[in-house]
């Protein structure tokens, strides 16, 4: 199948481990890519998994990057009309760090 890849300053294999490891820096606030990259680096792992055969780690490792990109569409359009978001510089939005320490924790699986 033909996807639509997201545009990310994130260059790495969509993997349980970069997954974890980009987690960690945002909830560090050690990360050197916006929000926007991360959810749509994470978008576009869920489309690269979406028909593959997954091992337990790893349809963990899927939905929680298909929850961070759904909360981010949620988030962000639900402070902006369409056409703010249109002209938004979205590398300024951000979610709330408490869900990233979240997410993070469910992968750890804690």
Not at 30 to 42: A, R, T, Y
Not at 58 to 80: P, V
Request: with cysteine.
């Amino acid at each position: 199948m033909e996807w639509n890849w997201n545009n990310t300053s994130i260059n790495l294999p969509y993997s349980y481990e970069n997954l974890k490891t980009l987690l960690d820096e945002v909830c560090k606030k050690e990360n050197q890519f916006s929000q926007v990259d991360f959810c749509m680096w994470c978008d576009n792992l869920t489309m690269a998994w979406e028909e593959e055969d997954l091992d337990d780690q790893d349809e963990l490792t899927f939905l929680i990057a298909r929850d961070i990109e759904c909360q981010w569409d949620l988030y962000d359009h639900g402070f902006s009309s369409h056409e703010k978001l249109m002209k938004a510089d979205l590398s300024k939005l951000e979610l709330p760090s408490e869900w990233f320490k979240e997410w993070a924790a469910e992968l750890d699986g804690k």
